[in-house]
């Protein structure tokens, strides 16, 4: 006769637990050891993003037609200043002031606002110069790389000079150079000049209206600035040049010189195919910094002359400090972004810079 355990009767059967329950407790530990990375992230990161994009959206700043407006809504003892007045939600008036150049908003900046011209000149200047540091960073980089160069450690040591030095110190020694009356530019000119018989020149280079190149429509400002951030930028592109050569077999140039390949075939089938994993993403991120790069033109021109080298960084701080216009720099801030995301995939979807390579 079949007996029945007690112990076996007695306990309860357990429901099945669901998928998102156990979903959840996979998830809880986790969820539980990021939560204060998450915490901070939210408050040094995403929430001043945020509360940017909602400026954006507002009159927020200092209304001069209506007195000093403050923007502190806390006075002395914790009364509010008679004076203060919250942010007006203005929809995307901002945003259409600033693509539609308004007459008004043109002439409230001082009448050298034009967006589409300042963002045609920011593209030139963040593409221009970029290739002007990929090119040189590569070759040069090639350059040091050759078997048996004297002094090349001392050589990697000295171009990194232009990256330790602070950037406002590096502009500011460029500004003075290009002085038309005491920069060692126009010195250097007139010391190739004059045993020639020509007369001593001072060249303007930063207030001459009238474009050096007939037919470029590019002021000079412009090319004495691009010579002062190539001088500035090419270090960068050297160093991941120079670590992405290391990394190549020599077996590589080897079997090519047994091959017959010249020096210039094996640069073209082998160094640069093999340097491009590496120069793409450093590509992309010089991309980026030239395109905010904000105190080579902000210290050396000014966005002049007549507003002709301003970048769109240098827009947003003057309508920040000088318009004190918050609003409207929260939403130049946001069209940045808009216009350098498509930017970045663009050149991410043609330079397949995030995807494995099979060398």
């Known amino acids: 006769m079949a007996t029945t355990n007690p112990e076996l009767t007695s306990q309860p059967v357990r429901a099945p637990r669901s998928a998102l329950s156990e979903g959840w407790k996979q998830l809880r530990t986790p969820l539980i ?13 995403f929430y001043p993003l945020a509360f940017q994009v909602w400026m954006s959206f507002t009159d927020y700043g200092v ?4 007195g000093k407006q403050t923007l502190n809504p806390f006075g002395p003892n914790g009364t509010t200043p008679p004076n203060y007045r919250p942010a007006q939600y203005v929809g995307f008036r901002n945003y259409l002031d600033i693509v539609t ?11 050298n606002f034009d967006f589409w011209r300042l ?5 030139w200047w963040t593409f221009s110069n970029v ?22 450690k001392i050589y990697r040591a000295i171009y990194i000079l232009p990256m330790v030095l ?6 500011t020694v460029w500004r003075n150079m290009f002085d038309d009356q005491y920069g060692s530019i126009n010195q250097l000119i007139n010391l190739l000049i004059t045993p020639f018989g020509f007369d001593p020149v001072q060249i303007r280079w930063f207030n001459q209206i009238q474009d050096p190149i007939p ?35 020599k077996e590589m140039y080897e079997a090519a010189s047994i091959d017959g390949a010249t020096g210039l ?12 994993p590496a120069m793409v993403p450093a590509a992309m991120v010089g991309i980026v910094t030239t395109f905010n790069l904000f105190h080579v033109i902000y210290f050396m021109s000014g966005g002049g002359p007549l507003g002709r080298t301003e970048i769109m960084v240098t827009q947003a701080f003057k309508l920040i400090n000088v318009n004190q216009l918050y609003g409207v720099a929260a939403a130049f801030s946001v069209i940045i972004a808009l216009v350098l995301i498509p930017i970045f995939l663009i050149t991410n979807k043609i330079s397949r810079a995030t995807e494995s390579y099979d060398v």
Not at 101 to 110: S, T
Not at 131 to 152: D, K, M, P
Not at 166 to 171: D, G, K, L, S
């Open 33 to 45: 050891y990021l939560l204060p990375a998450l915490i901070i992230m939210m408050l040094i990161t």
């Open 63 to 66: 209304i001069k037609e209506e």
């Open 101 to 111: 150049n308004n007459p008004q908003f043109v002439a409230r900046l001082g009448g």
């Open 119 to 123: 963002l045609a000149f920011n593209l």
């Open 131 to 152: 290739g002007f540091h990929v090119a040189l960073g590569v070759i040069i980089a090639v350059l040091l790389n050759v078997e048996g160069l004297w002094g090349r």
């Open 166 to 171: 602070p950037n406002i110190v590096v502009a």
């Open 215 to 249: 037919g470029i429509g590019l002021p000079l400002s412009y090319y004495a600035m691009l010579i002062a951030n190539i001088w500035l930028g090419w270090p960068f592109m050297t160093i991941v040049a120079t670590g992405a050569l290391q990394s190549i077999p």
């Open 265 to 276: 075939q094996q640069f073209w089938r082998i160094t640069l195919p093999l340097l491009r």
